[in-house]
Each structure stands twice: as structure tokens, then as C-alpha cells.
């Protein structure tokens, strides 16, 4: 039976449900192989002088964005050489003791490769790619150090997928990777999908527009609120369903306040909604697009990061600049105009959804490169 390492930072939770996700449906998509989980930090805990150093490195590189809060110690503690080294010595420890086969691993913030044993990376990201999404300042990256081992990951690898476009372009134009060792393979749903399109939302019946995110402003919260004003002008009967968070929305009519919700919970959100907007201004990859694709819903969104993979101009949304409250609102209003439109918008977003975003269907992709 052949072995498979699968190197993760964290068990899941507290690491995002993509891991647990991608794990189970490699394991459905490989039924004759061992697939082994290795959580890199537990295993630093267990090592309290390398622990205790990777702080201390790290305090000493990062001093001045630690002291002004422009970094957490956590973030930082990950992102130095000295700590690369040690997982790698560790992976390579593991990968010998325990006689895998290949390795696999989840992000590019570590290198669990092992010379002479394949090797392959998942990420929804570049450290690089960082700037694109409006974090262009010095002070958003971490030292060139770091950003050397990062180059070192995709070297090593056999194949890096990745969950979209704009990161395999990241890939071959920053990172200088050869295009046949990038695969954008995508990603699915974290969430409960409806089990057949019966099942999907009809949205232009619906004139509540849902809003999902835990940061309202850098997912362009106060952009869509602005925005919703002037829709309430031409649909005086819309509304802003908001869930994630718990802003101040001025006494806007028509807003709904969800607060924090479990994630078990959001699919009766999207059944309730007619179209979703996030006009987030920086997005590495936006999982509850995903999500409400999945929901038949129309999406209008912004132009950054992976969103412009999921949503096609005039085939299932519209795309804005950040910021753009004008013609956030003119997207809104046209989908609101036209019942048939929206249900079209809805259609499409399924069947993209289905066609990309589906966990078994990433795997299969995978599974191409994986097995010789």
C-alpha cells in the first residue's frame, strides 16, 4: 500500500475545514493508499528550547512591526529561517522513520520535502502575490529571508496546486516556476451544499441581499452600506442581511444583523438571500463565494485576488473596482431590475460551482499528478 505524509501546521480545527476537506477527499479519491497526518506545531510544543527559540528569532527579526502591531508573534514566529529549517529537518526525520512514499502539504509556510520522495504543495497564496491585494506596503511583508525559503517550497516541489489563477501566475511570474509544475485545481465548499439544483435558492424572488464576512471593513462592509442607501432609492423593499459581524449600519433601513453564526448555519442564510455581496478589498481566496455559488446565488463582488475565477462578468454577477460605491450600487440595482437575469446569474454560479468548486472534483485533479 503506498504511504502518503499529509503535513499540515494545525490539527483542523483550529486549521481551517479546507484541510480536513482536502484530506477527506484525497482519501476517498486514493482508496489503496495510507494517507498519515503530521501537525507540525504540536510536535514544536513538544520540543519547549526549539519552541522557545523560534519566538525569541523571531522577536529579534520582527522587533519594530511586533512592537507597533503591524505583526503578531504568532504570524511572525512561522516566517523565519530558523524555524523553516526545523520542520524540515523534522519532515525529513518523519517522512524516513514512518517510510512514505510522498508528501504532501497544506500552505506554503513551510517545506515538508524529503530528497528523493515526491513531494507536492496545496496554497490558496504567494507571499508575493500579498501586494496585489492592497497590502503593498513594506511593512504587509516579511524579510527576505523568509521570502528565500518561500522560493525554496515551490523548487522542491513536484507539482504546487493551487486554488486559482492570479496564484499560478504568481507562481511562474514572481517564483519563476515552470508552468508544467502549477496546477490550479481550485477548491471546494466548507460549508453543507443542497444536494441537487431543486434545492436552489430561486433568487429573483428574493430581494434580500446577504452580506457574510467577520471583517467588516476590509471585506468592504461600509462600501456595500453606502451602496445599499442608494439602492433602498430605486427598491425601497431590499434589504441587507449582514452575518459575521456586528457593525454600526447608521440607521439604514431594511439592515438585518445576524452577528457570528455556525458555520452549520450559513446554508439557511443563502436559501434566504437573492443575491451575495462581498465587495471585499482583499481577497487570497474567499471560500464563502464558493459557498454561495453552490446556492444558485448571483454574486457581485470585487476584482481582486481569486474572486474573478469565480465570478464571470455577465454570466453569473458583476465585478467592481474597491471602493466603487457608484457602481456597486448599479450592479445591485440591475441584477434587482430584472427577476430573469437573477435567476440566470443563479443558474450559472451552480453550475460553475459543480464543475470547479467541488471537493471530489479538486482530488480527482490532484490525483492526476499524484499517482504516476
Not at 524540515?88 to 502539504?105: L, N, P, S
Not at 501586494?131 to 513536484?158: F, K
Not at 467588516?216 to 459581524?245: M, N, Q, S, T, Y
Request: glycine share 6%; aromatic share 8%; with cysteine.
Amino acid at each position: 500500500m503506498r504511504k502518503i505524509g499529509f503535513f499540515t501546521l494545525t490539527p483542523s480545527p483550529p486549521a481551517p475545514q479546507a484541510n480536513a476537506r482536502t484530506l477527506a477527499a484525497l482519501r476517498r479519491a486514493l482508496p489503496d493508499s495510507e494517507i498519515e497526518v503530521i501537525e507540525i506545531i504540536p510536535r514544536l510544543r513538544q520540543a519547549p528550547v526549539s519552541f522557545g527559540t523560534a519566538a525569541v528569532v523571531a522577536t529579534v527579526t520582527y522587533a519594530p512591526d511586533l512592537l507597533y502591531g503591524r505583526k503578531s508573534l504568532k504570524h511572525a514566529a512561522i516566517r523565519t529561517p530558523y524555524l523553516f529549517r526545523w520542520i524540515k529537518r523534522m519532515a525529513a526525520r518523519v517522512a524516513h522513520e514512518r517510510g512514505f512514499d510522498a508528501t504532501f502539504q497544506m500552505q506554503s509556510l513551510f517545506d515538508a520535502s524529503v530528497t528523493g520522495i515526491p513531494h507536492y504543495v496545496y496554497t490558496d497564496h504567494t507571499h508575493l502575490e500579498n501586494r496585489r491585494y492592497g497590502a503593498a506596503d513594506e511593512a504587509a511583508l516579511y524579510s527576505a529571508a523568509w521570502m528565500a525559503c518561500e522560493r525554496e517550497i515551490y523548487t522542491r516541489a513536484e507539482t504546487v496546486f493551487v486554488r486559482s489563477s492570479n496564484v499560478a501566475r504568481s507562481l511562474i511570474d514572481e517564483y519563476s516556476c515552470p508552468p508544467d509544475r502549477v496546477l490550479c485545481v481550485y477548491a471546494g465548499s466548507n460549508a453543507q451544499v443542497p444536494a441537487a439544483p431543486a434545492k436552489v435558492t430561486a433568487p429573483g424572488q428574493c430581494k434580500t441581499i446577504l452580506f457574510a464576512g467577520i471583517d467588516w471593513e476590509r471585506k468592504g462592509g461600509p462600501v456595500l452600506l453606502e451602496a445599499f442607501e442608494r439602492v433602498l432609492e430605486r427598491h425601497p423593499e431590499a434589504r441587507l442581511r449582514i452575518v459575521g459581524c456586528n457593525p454600526e449600519t447608521k440607521h439604514i433601513a431594511n439592515c438585518d444583523i445576524v452577528g457570528r453564526v455556525p458555520l452549520d448555519e450559513m446554508p439557511r442564510h443563502f436559501a434566504e438571500s437573492g443575491i451575495f455581496c462581498l465587495p471585499t478589498h482583499r481577497e487570497p481566496f474567499g471560500v464563502v463565494f464558493v459557498e454561495a455559488m453552490w446556492h444558485g446565488l448571483p454574486v457581485v463582488a470585487t476584482r481582486v485576488g481569486a474572486i474573478p475565477d469565480m465570478v464571470v462578468e455577465e454570466v453569473n454577477g458583476a465585478l467592481i473596482t474597491p471602493g466603487d460605491v457608484t457602481a456597486l450600487a448599479d450592479r445591485l440595482c440591475a441584477i434587482l431590475d430584472n427577476p430573469a437575469l437573477a435567476a440566470r446569474y443563479g443558474a450559472a454560479s451552480r453550475l460553475i460551482a459543480e464543475d470547479r468548486y467541488d471537493w471530489d472534483q479538486v482530488a480527482r485533479r490532484m490525483v492526476e499528478r499524484l499517482v504516476p
